[in-house]
């Protein structure tokens, strides 16, 4: 177990650095670095000023070394530009001092200054991973027990009317985008329909401020879309369990169909579910942007959309790097907790 985590780990590294070279490279496109000159220096800038804007602050520099520089395995340049200033990157393109340090990059915490919050980007992503982390975690308290009991109740007896009418709404609950069942529960819920108006006029001006109401609706929204694919994973898995040839020799030895569903078929029917669970944590993390800038919710996915509509190339970074990270880690949780759950498979 322990050699399998240390490969795995290996595997993680490098595909972390595979994808954010790749990331870097986007965003460290000429016609991107050009937008950020004319947007933190002048609009009018000639085509001659953009670069030696760029240049000053070492952004022309071969993209290999930029990269370095950024995860802080190249020292940060040092750069006396056309206008006679220095510049350090370590000092956020300010004079070098005596104290200024050699490495500045994502190992040694410095990820960078976001240019539409002015500040820190280190110090603003933990606030937006708070915030996304508890619409998370309620989101998970209600799909996943939610959708378990759908798929077992439906895999139980294959081809019942209970299970064709779960299977119904699961199969509707998943063929809607997040962006329809946010609108409808806007409607329905911006109406004193039930006795509940949490919404005053448009849902924009509505959402300026995290009440019950807004967060109530972007976890159901959440969690009716991710309860349907997991309804049916798990219905699917119940039924192959429950046509298995020991569930078979159970039942005509007398066992009682309840102690047949709670002792023999649901833990082998939970082992593919517990896999499509772990892969909607970073569905959960990246996925939500649509939901949190319909309902104004300052989470992570939030954050990006600003940062990419923005053209800030700094917090993009921040924001893939957390992302590469939460997706291989729910990866291994996942390799590791299918071992476990599984007795069949066996690592040598």
């Keep these: ?49 953009v670069v030696s804007y ?10 290999p070394v930029k990269y370095g520089q950024w995860l802080g395995v190249v020292p940060g340049y040092v750069i006396e530009g056309s206008d ?3 510049r350090a990157k370590c000092e956020r393109n300010a004079a070098p001092t005596e104290d200024t340090p050699t490495f500045c990059g994502v190992i040694q915490g410095d990820w960078g200054f976001s240019t539409v919050a002015k500040e820190d980007v280190a110090n603003v992503l933990p606030t937006r991973l708070g915030n996304t982390g508890k619409l998370m975690f309620w989101v998970l308290v209600v799909m996943v027990p939610g959708a378990l009991i759908i798929g077992v109740l439906a895999g139980m007896r294959e081809g019942s009317r209970t299970d064709r009418s779960l299977s119904t709404v699961s199969i509707i609950a998943t063929a809607t985008p997040e962006y329809v069942s946010g609108v409808i529960l806007i409607a329905l819920f ?12 448009t849902a924009t001006s509505a959402m300026d401020d995290i009440t019950f109401g807004n967060f109530f609706l972007p976890v159901m929204t ?5 309860m349907g694919y997991i309804a049916r994973m798990t219905r699917a898995s119940m039924t192959e369990v429950m046509t298995a040839q020991y569930v078979r020799t159970a039942r005509l030895k007398g066992v009682s169909f309840p102690n047949i569903v709670m002792k023999h078929a649901l833990r082998n029917a939970l082992i593919a ?30 954050e990006l959309v600003r940062a990419a509509s923005n053209n800030d190339i700094e917090m993009l970074l921040g924001v893939s ?28």
Excluded: H
Excluded at 191 to 201: A, E, H, I, S
Excluded at 222 to 226: E, K, L, P, S, V
Excluded at 330 to 344: A, E, M
């Design 222 to 226: 959440i969690a009716i879309y991710g």
């Design 54 to 63: 760029l240049d000053n602050r070492g952004y022309m520099q071969a993209l």
């Design 321 to 348: 790097v957390i992302s590469v990270i939460v997706v291989l880690m729910t990866q291994l949780i996942s390799d590791i907790g299918y071992v476990f759950l599984n007795p069949r498979i066996r690592i040598s």
């Design 84 to 86: 006679g200033e220095v």
């Design 273 to 302: 579910p517990f896999t499509v669970i772990m892969l909607q944590v970073p569905w959960l993390l990246n996925g939500v942007v649509i939901v949190e800038t319909l309902f104004n919710y300052k989470g992570f996915g939030w």
């Design 1 to 49: 177990m322990g050699l399998f985590i240390l490969r795995r780990l290996g595997v993680m590294i490098l595909t972390a650095i595979c994808l954010t070279f790749i990331v870097f490279w986007l965003t460290n496109l000429f016609p991107k670095l050009e937008v950020l000159a004319k947007t933190q220096g002048n609009f009018r800038m000639s085509d001659e000023a």
């Design 190 to 201: 911006a109406t004193p329909l039930f006795g509940m108006q949490y919404f005053k006029g």
